[in-house]
C-alpha cells in the first residue's frame, strides 16, 4: 500500500449539534474547514434523507381557460416527475442545494398552453428546521439511517479520492457495537483503505499537548468528564454523558428567567453566545444588587434569587420598530426590565437617542459604558434573524428572507445562566457547575492511580462550545475550589513533614512497609525530594510546556513526599491548562469566536478558543497513525486487516 | 497504486464475536469483552429507586453518585454473603452494566440499520416488526460466582443468561479460579478480600477444592463499618461525615476545629433518604481508606511487643499522623487509630467495639490467619505446600496499605516450614479485576470453546446442565 500524504487525510468529528470536517492535513493545522449540522432532513422516500430542508412549493400559473378541456392529465405528470427527479437527489446526497424547479413538461404545454398548470417548486428553507432529524442527541447515535445518511453526504460533500483514510473522532457515549456498526459502514460503503477512531477525550488531550488531564467535555445536551492519564482513557468512574449540564441547559435557564418577558428560545441561544452573557464566579455579587447602589432604586435587585423577576417590570421599557415579537408585547402591557429594541437602522438611531434619553432619567452613572460587563446592570445583544421580505409579493413563488439584526437589552439575567432551573425533572441538581464539579471529583476519584490525581487536578482542559460562555471556566474553578479544595491545614503537613520524615522510611523502619509489588512512582525519582515542591509545581505546570515524556510519573507535587505511607488526599489546589502556542489559528480562532475573550476577569483563564481542541488533537493523531508512522503503532484499521478479522477488530486501533 | 483507482472488491464476511465476561460483586459489577486486559464496564452494584411523575424509576450506573434524585433510595440486589437475593434486579443491573458500554441497548432493525442495501420493493412492512430482540442475542458470556454459590442459584443465573438475554453459549467459573487464572496459576491458594466477604479458595489444576473454601464477612464494608465505629468515639468530638451532596462550600479550618460549612437543604419530600447518604458516605470512608488506613506490617499482632521489645503500639504511635479533611472541612490528624480499623482483620480481639454497627463482632474464626489454616485443614497435606508458596492476594480491599506485608508475617508466623510466596499484583487494576481478568483469559482461550453450554445443550438437558459442566 503507498503511503498516504497529508493531503489526503479525512477527518470527521460528529457531535450532536455541528460535525466538523476536513480533507488533508495543512502545513500548520488549523480549525475545522467545514462545519456541518448534524442534521438531515427526511427526504420524500423513508428512510432516506436530505441535507438541507427542501420545501416543496406549489404555485398556480394563471392561465386562461382550457381550451381543451384537458385539465386533469398535467397535474398526473407532474406528480410523476416530481418523485422521478426525487430520488436521485436523494440517493446522492450530494452538496448540491435542491433548488430545482419543474418546468412544464413540454408535450403537455405546448398542446395546451392555456391550462392552468401546477408547478411544483423545490426551494432550500433557510429559516426553520422543522422536521429536521438530529441522528445525534446528548452523543448518542439515536438515528442510525440519519447518521449514516449523514456521514455519506460529508464523504461525498468533500469527495476524497479513493486512497483517503478516515479518522473519526468517536464520542465517549458510542458503546463497543456502535463503533463496531461505525466501522463496518465506513469500509463498506466507503472502501476506505484505513480507518481509525480516537476518543475525544483522548483528542482534546493530543490538542493541549499532554499525556494526563482531566478532560471536560461541555457540549450541547451533556458533559463528558474523563480523566486521561498517561495517553490512556480512565473508563471507570468517567462521567459520560451527564445529562442537564450542556449547552442548552443554560438556554433553558434563560427562557425559565426570560421567557415570560416576550424572550424566544432563538433569543435566549442568541443572548448565551453573545458577549454580555457572562457566569460570574461563585460569590459575587450581581451588579445592580450591592455594587450599583448609586443608581437608587432597582428593579433588578430582586431579581438576584432568579426567582421573582417577573413580579416586578420596569418602567424603562423602550418603543420599539416593527418586531412582531415587540409589538406582542406591548399589547399585553408586560414591558420591563428586558426592553426589546428593533427596527431597522434608523429607527434603531432614534431608538438610541430615546435610550439615552431614558437612561439619564434613571439616574444611571454616566461612565456606566465603560464598566466591565459583570459590574453593568443592563446591556444589550445584536439578534439576529430572518424576516421575510415584506415588499415582494409572492408571485415568483419563492419567498425571500433578510437577515435581520436588531439590539435586545436584558438585565441580570445574563447571569444567572448557570443557576439552577425551577423545573428541574427528576435531577435534584444545584446548578450544571456544581454538578459538573461533582463530576469531576468522582471521576479523579475513581483513577485506580492515586498519584495522578494531583496532576489531574491541575491540568483541568476544558473544551466543548457550552464552556464559550463567558466566565465558565473561572466559575466551574471557583465552584471546585469552594466545594473540594482542601484547606491548607490538612494539608500544611505534607508540606512540613517531608524534610523530618522521609529518611527514616527510606532506611525501612518497623512503621515503614516495603511496599510490596506496588512500588510508588515517585521513589523514583529521588530528586524531588530536596527541590521545593511548590517551585516543581510551579515550572511544572509551565504555561505551553509541553510535558516530556515520562516526567507524569514523577509528578513532583506533594505526593511525592507523602507517598512514603501511602497517599495523600486530592485535590490541594486546581487549574485548568493553557493552550500550547505554537497554533496561531486556533488562538485566532479563539479571538473572535468566544465570546470571553475581550476582558473582564474571564479573559485570563485558558480554555478559551480551544473549545475544538478535541478537532487539532484529531489532526495530530491523524498526523502520527496515517502519515508519519504508517500503521507501525496499530493507529488505525487497515482495510487487508478489516477483510481479515472483521469490525470488532476496531477495538485494538481505538486510541 | 493511484489513489485514484477503487479499491479491489475483497470484503470481510466472517462474524467474529468476542464473548461478554461478566463478573458481578456485591460493591461493583464488571463487565467487559473477552481478550481484553481490564473490564470497560465498571458500575456499583447498588441501584437508586425513586418515585417521580407517579411511577417508580431507577437508576443504574455512577450517575448516582453525581446528582440525587427527589426521594431516592438505594439498594443492592446481593446479600450480605455475595449471593444474589433479588433476581429481577440484578438481572437489570447486570443487563446495565454491559448494555451501557458494551453492546448498546439492542440492536437495530437490520433492515434498517444502513449496512445493508435493500432494494425498495423488499422492504418489509410494518406489521413485520421482530419480537424484541434480546441484549446478548449475538455474544457468547461467562459469569462469575463466589465459590459457595448454591445449586439454585446457579440455576437460576443460567436461566437469566438464556431466557431473558438469549446468549447463544454460556458458562459459569468460580472467581476464585479465575483469580488464579489472572496471576498465570492453575494451583492456588486464593485470598480475596471483598467488599462484603473475605474469601480463601484453594484451586487445584483449575478446579477448586470444595471443602477448602472458606469465607467470613470482614471485608471492606466490615471496615467501613469499623472506621465509623472510630470516628463516633474519636477524641476532640465525634466526627460525623456529611457527603458532598449535602454541602454547597467550606471554609478552611484548623485541624480538629468546628467545621464551617454552608450546608444544602432539600425539601422534605424531595430529600435522599438515608440508604443514600449511606452510601455517598461509603465514598468518603473509601477515600479514607486509600488516604489514611494503613494495615500494621507486623511482625507480631498491633497489640503486642515488636521483636525488639518495644511495645507495637508505641511504634505505630511513633510514625507520623495522616490527615485527612472531610467534606465539611473538618479535618484532623490520624495517629495510631488509622491501624486499628484494620487489626480486627487479624486479631479478633482488636475490633473496636460499637453497638450500631450491623456487624457483630468478629469471632476469632473469621480472621484471616484463622481463615487461612481451616482452609488448608481442609485439603489434601500433599498439596498444602505447593498451596502456600502460590498465595494469590486479589479484592479491592486487600490494597489497604500494608495488607499483604502483613499477611506475609502472619502466614510465615503460622507455617514456618514451608515457603511462603504471596503473589500480589501491583498493578491496582489486576488487583481489583484480578477475577474479570482470569475470565477474559479462559473465554478467550481457543480450547476453551468446548467448554460452554450452547442453547441447544441448554433447551435439551435444563438449567441443571450448569452443575454438570460447570464444575
Known amino acids: ?655 | 497504486m493511484n489513489p485514484s483507482n477503487p479499491p479491489q472488491a475483497a470484503e470481510y464476511g466472517g462474524d467474529e464475536v468476542s464473548a461478554i465476561v461478566l463478573d458481578p460483586g456485591y460493591s461493583t459489577t464488571r463487565a467487559g469483552f473477552a481478550g481484553e486486559d481490564a473490564p470497560k464496564s465498571l458500575i456499583p452494584t447498588y441501584y437508586g429507586k425513586y418515585n417521580a411523575d407517579g411511577q417508580e424509576k431507577y437508576i443504574y450506573g455512577d450517575d448516582i453518585f453525581v446528582t440525587p434524585r427527589p426521594g431516592l433510595s438505594t439498594y443492592n440486589p446481593i446479600g450480605k454473603d455475595g449471593i444474589v437475593e433479588d433476581w429481577d434486579m440484578a438481572e437489570k443491573v447486570w443487563e446495565y452494566s454491559f448494555t451501557s458500554r458494551l453492546t448498546g441497548a439492542k440492536p437495530g432493525n437490520p433492515f434498517q440499520n444502513g449496512l445493508n442495501d435493500i432494494p425498495a420493493e423488499e422492504l418489509p412492512t410494518e406489521m413485520e416488526v421482530e419480537t424484541e430482540e434480546k441484549p446478548l442475542a449475538d455474544s457468547p458470556l461467562l459469569m462469575t460466582e463466589p465459590g459457595w454459590n448454591p445449586a439454585k442459584a446457579r440455576e437460576k443465573t443460567i436461566e437469566i443468561a438464556m431466557e431473558k438475554w438469549g446468549t447463544p453459549a454460556f458458562y459459569l467459573a468460580r472467581n476464585g479460579v479465575l483469580a488464579a487464572f489472572a496471576s498465570g496459576k492453575a494451583s492456588a491458594l486464593v485470598v480475596d478480600i471483598g467488599a462484603s466477604n473475605i474469601s480463601i479458595t484453594p484451586v487445584h489444576d483449575g478446579m477448586i477444592l470444595k471443602r477448602g473454601v472458606q469465607h467470613s464477612p470482614l471485608g471492606g464494608d466490615y471496615i467501613s463499618s469499623q472506621i465509623r465505629a472510630l470516628f463516633k468515639k474519636n477524641s476532640p468530638q465525634p466526627i460525623t461525615i456529611t457527603p458532598h451532596y449535602l454541602i454547597s462550600s467550606k471554609t478552611a479550618v484548623e485541624a480538629g476545629q468546628e467545621p464551617q460549612a454552608r450546608y444544602k437543604t432539600f425539601a422534605a419530600d424531595k430529600a435522599p433518604d438515608a440508604s443514600y447518604r449511606a452510601l455517598l458516605e461509603e465514598r468518603t470512608i473509601g477515600e479514607f481508606k486509600e488516604c489514611v488506613v494503613q494495615v500494621w506490617p507486623g511482625p507480631n499482632k498491633l497489640s503486642n511487643n515488636g521483636p525488639n521489645g518495644i511495645p507495637n503500639e508505641e511504634a505505630a504511635r511513633a510514625s507520623p499522623g495522616r490527615p485527612f479533611e472531610f467534606p465539611d472541612g473538618y479535618n484532623q490528624i490520624f495517629g495510631v487509630d488509622r491501624f486499628r480499623v484494620v487489626e480486627s482483620l487479624f486479631d479478633a480481639k482488636a475490633a473496636i467495639p460499637d453497638p450500631d454497627s450491623p456487624f457483630p463482632a468478629p469471632t476469632p474464626a473469621q480472621t484471616l490467619p484463622e481463615l487461612i489454616k481451616a482452609s488448608l485443614s481442609g485439603v489434601d497435606v500433599d498439596i498444602r505446600p505447593h498451596l502456600l508458596s502460590n498465595v494469590v492476594v486479589t479484592g479491592a480491599s486487600s490494597l489497604l496499605y500494608g495488607f499483604t506485608d502483613r499477611l506475609n508475617q502472619e502466614l510465615m508466623a503460622q507455617f514456618p516450614g514451608p515457603r511462603v510466596r504471596i503473589s500480589a499484583p501491583g498493578n491496582t487494576a489486576e488487583r481489583r479485576f484480578g477475577s474479570w481478568i482470569g475470565g477474559s483469559i479462559l473465554a478467550s482461550l481457543g480450547t476453551f470453546h468446548q467448554m460452554w453450554i450452547s442453547k441447544k445443550e441448554y433447551e435439551e438437558h435444563g438449567a441443571n446442565i450448569v452443575e454438570k459442566r460447570c464444575k
Not at chain 1, 490541594?572 to 488562538?587: A, N, Q
Request: glycine share 10%; aromatic share 6%; hydrophobic share 35%.
Open chain 1, 1 to 655: 500500500m503507498p503511503p498516504f500524504k497529508d493531503e489526503h487525510v479525512l477527518l470527521i468529528a460528529p457531535g450532536s449539534q455541528m460535525t466538523l470536517a476536513q480533507l488533508g492535513l495543512p502545513e500548520t493545522f488549523t480549525p475545522a474547514r467545514y462545519r456541518f449540522p448534524t442534521r438531515m432532513f427526511p427526504a420524500e422516500n423513508k428512510g432516506e434523507y436530505e441535507p438541507y430542508k427542501v420545501r416543496e412549493h406549489k404555485r398556480e400559473t394563471k392561465a386562461a381557460p382550457s381550451a381543451n378541456g384537458h385539465t386533469e392529465a398535467p397535474k398526473e405528470d407532474v406528480e410523476m416527475k416530481d418523485s422521478a427527479e426525487g430520488a436521485p437527489a436523494n440517493n446522492t446526497a450530494n452538496g448540491d442545494s435542491n433548488e430545482k424547479s419543474d418546468k412544464p413538461e413540454g408535450e403537455n404545454g405546448t398542446d395546451n398552453t392555456q391550462k392552468a398548470v401546477e408547478e411544483i417548486l423545490y426551494e432550500e428553507d433557510v429559516t426553520s428546521e422543522e422536521g429536521a432529524v438530529y441522528p445525534i442527541q446528548n452523543g448518542r447515535i439515536v438515528d442510525w439511517p440519519c447518521f449514516f445518511a449523514l456521514l455519506t453526504h460529508i464523504y461525498n460533500s468533500l469527495s476524497p479520492p479513493f486512497h483517503t483514510p478516515i479518522l473519526l473522532v468517536s464520542q465517549p457515549i458510542w458503546s463497543a457495537r456502535d463503533r463496531e456498526a461505525i466501522t463496518q459502514f465506513v469500509f463498506e460503503k466507503f472502501k476506505v483503505p484505513g480507518f481509525s477512531m480516537m476518543d475525544a477525550a483522548l483528542a482534546a488531550c493530543y490538542g493541549f499537548g499532554v499525556q494526563t488531564a482531566t478532560v471536560v467535555d461541555v457540549g450541547k445536551g451533556k458533559v463528558d468528564v474523563t480523566a486521561v492519564t498517561d495517553f490512556a482513557v480512565n473508563e471507570h468512574g468517567r462521567g459520560i454523558a451527564l445529562e442537564g449540564c450542556g449547552g442548552d441547559a443554560m438556554t433553558d435557564r434563560l427562557v425559565e428567567l426570560l421567557g415570560q418577558k416576550g424572550f424566544t428560545r432563538e433569543m435566549c441561544e442568541q443572548l448565551k453566545r453573545s458577549n454580555i452573557a457572562e457566569i460570574l464566579p461563585p460569590g459575587t455579587s450581581l451588579p445592580g444588587t450591592a455594587a450599583t447602589a448609586r443608581q437608587g432604586v432597582n428593579p433588578a435587585a430582586a431579581a438576584s434569587t432568579g426567582e421573582a423577576n417577573g413580579a416586578d417590570g420596569g418602567s424603562r421599557g423602550l418603543g420599539d420598530g416593527n418586531g412582531n415579537d415587540t409589538n406582542g408585547e406591548d399589547d399585553e402591557g408586560v414591558l420591563d426590565v428586558a426592553a426589546i429594541v428593533s427596527g431597522d437602522t434608523n429607527e434603531y438611531l432614534a431608538n438610541m437617542e430615546k435610550e439615552k434619553a431614558t437612561n439619564k432619567k434613571g439616574g444611571v452613572d454616566p461612565k456606566q459604558p465603560r464598566l466591565p460587563n459583570s459590574k453593568k446592570e443592563r446591556a444589550s445583544f445584536q439578534f439576529e434573524e430572518f424576516v421575510q421580505m415584506d415588499g415582494e409579493n409572492n408571485t415568483s413563488g419563492t419567498q425571500r428572507y433578510l437577515r435581520h439584526s436588531r439590539e435586545i437589552e436584558v438585565g441580570v439575567e445574563r447571569f444567572l445562566l448557570a443557576t439552577p432551573r425551577q423545573k428541574i425533572g427528576d435531577r435534584l441538581t444545584s446548578g450544571i457547575l456544581e454538578d459538573i464539579a461533582t463530576q469531576i471529583h468522582h471521576t479523579i476519584l475513581a483513577v485506580p492511580d492515586a498519584t495522578k490525581r494531583s496532576e489531574l487536578w491541575d491540568s483541568l482542559i476544558i473544551v466543548g462550545c457550552g464552556s464559550r460562555v463567558r466566565g465558565f471556566t473561572q466559575a466551574l474553578l471557583g465552584v471546585i475550589t469552594q466545594k473540594f479544595i482542601l484547606s491548607p491545614s490538612a494539608t500544611i503537613f505534607t508540606s512540613e513533614i517531608p524534610s523530618t520524615f522521609t529518611t527514616p522510611h527510606h532506611t525501612g523502619g518497623t512503621n515503614t512497609p516495603a511496599p510490596m509489588g506496588q512500588q510508588p512512582g515517585p521513589m523514583y525519582h529521588p530528586a524531588a525530594h530536596g527541590v521545593n515542591p511548590l517551585l516543581v509545581a510551579a515550572t511544572h505546570n509551565n504555561p505551553g510546556m509541553p510535558i516530556a515524556p515520562g516526567t507524569p510519573g514523577m509528578d513532583p507535587s506533594i505526593p511525592t513526599h507523602h507517598r512514603s505511607s501511602g497517599h495523600s488526599q486530592t485535590p490541594t489546589s486546581v487549574k485548568t491548562l493553557r493552550l500550547p502556542e505554537y497554533f496561531p489559528d486556533f488562538k485566532d480562532q479563539g479571538n473572535t469566536n468566544a465570546p470571553g475573550v475581550s476582558t473582564g476577569p474571564s479573559a485570563t483563564t485558558g480554555g478559551h478558543g480551544m473549545e475544538e481542541g478535541a478537532f487539532l488533537g484529531a489532526q495530530m493523531g491523524a498526523k502520527v497513525f496515517f502519515v508519519l508512522d504508517q500503521g507501525l503503532t496499530k493507529g488505525y484499521m487497515s482495510r487487508v486487516e478489516y477483510n481479515e478479522s472483521g469490525p470488532s477488530a476496531i477495538h485494538e486501533y481505538i486510541v
